[in-house]
């Protein structure tokens, strides 16, 4: 249990606009992230941009995808200030960390390494579904806690 944390005085628990502000920022980040990590992915499943290879695609959205991430990463920190035990207990909130976290290190390393001109094509197809997958079911699990009872 907590001790001396009150969540009435939380400004997202206390202040009527805030927690709205900072989902449509949670929202609005993840969108960009995923998004632009998705760009990536299309191109090594190949029904992305054709006249862009994914190695050019990824220089081009990292700056977008780090921005996106941090932000959506510090906007869920600021939400789950707001109700720490019903995220905590959560097996879905649980498990979209566990996603968060699988994405985040298959971004940084095997994601990274086919989209290099050398990589088997066979590779990239397979990191770019399961890259895809990944990131779908993070939102999918975020939307399942959000619209559910604690997500249970």
Known sequence: MLTGYDLADNPLNKIEWAFAATECVHIASLALSIGSIAFVDMSLLGIGLKNQTPAKLLRSTELLTMAGLTLVISSGLALFTTDPLRYYYSPTFRIKMYLL????????????????????????????????????????????????????
């Open 101 to 152: 976290f699988a994405g985040l290190v298959f971004n940084y390393t095997m994601h990274r390494r086919v989209t290099r001109p050398e990589a088997p094509p066979l590779a990239a197809k397979a990191a770019g579904a399961i890259s895809l997958l990944i990131w779908i079911s993070v939102i999918f699990c975020g939307l399942f806690f959000a619209f559910t009872a604690g997500g249970y």
